[in-house]
């Protein structure tokens, strides 16, 4: 190789960012919601519709799924970057985050875990099954609604002309795409 090579150490996983950040809100048995966000998200499988986000079991947000196995997954905007960094800084469990930084909560299609008012984009999601991976765990959760803002989603893709969608790329580090590419034609 031409170029020299660094040694990324314990930051292996940022070669794998930017990624998408959600805002996953979770509720308890009484109702009570929580938001947390979490940039370790993608889609696992189409039939079903199964997505995974990786989070810590120490996370309140992981015991609350785990006793409720139902929560909904927020695509912000980047005019909530300081939403996004608190409710991914703050515990829970100490903070209620939702009464903290004014969150707007409506009323879900399916799950009880309400949605973000204001958001890009929802997925609602109930827990299709839970695996052990070191301090995380990868929650699989099947979709049970799925919907965006008409204006942010066109003909099935993010309009990047249209939002700011913020992508994480590590630390208090994020992006906003501003431009498609397209592949050559083939020949």
């Known amino acids: ?44 499988s189409e039939d079903p519709p199964l997505v995974a986000i990786a989070i810590s079991r120490e ?49 879900s299609k399916v799950v009880r875990a309400p949605v973000i008012d204001g958001c890009l984009g929802y997925l609602e999601c109930k827990v299709h099954r839970i695996f052990e991976a070191g301090e995380s765990a990868v929650v699989i959760g099947e979709v049970v609604a799925a919907y965006a803002r008409e204006d942010a989603f066109k003909r099935g893709v993010w309009d990047l002309s249209s939002i700011d969608l913020p992508l994480h790329l590590g630390s208090r580090f994020f992006t906003i795409p501003r431009e498609v590419r397209y592949p050559p034609r083939s020949r």
């Open 1 to 44: 190789m031409s170029t020299n090579l660094v040694d990324v150490g314990d930051n292996f996983y940022r070669l794998l960012h930017p990624k998408t950040v959600v805002l996953v809100v979770s509720v308890d048995e009484s109702g009570k919601p929580n938001v947390m966000t979490c940039a370790w998200n993608t889609p696992v």
């Open 59 to 107: 996370s309140y947000t992981y015991e609350l799924i785990s006793r409720t196995n139902e929560y909904t997954l927020n695509i912000p905007h980047a005019g909530m970057l300081r939403e996004i960094w608190f409710a991914g800084t703050r515990s829970g469990r100490k903070v209620d985050k939702v009464r903290a930084l004014n969150l707007r909560l409506l009323k």
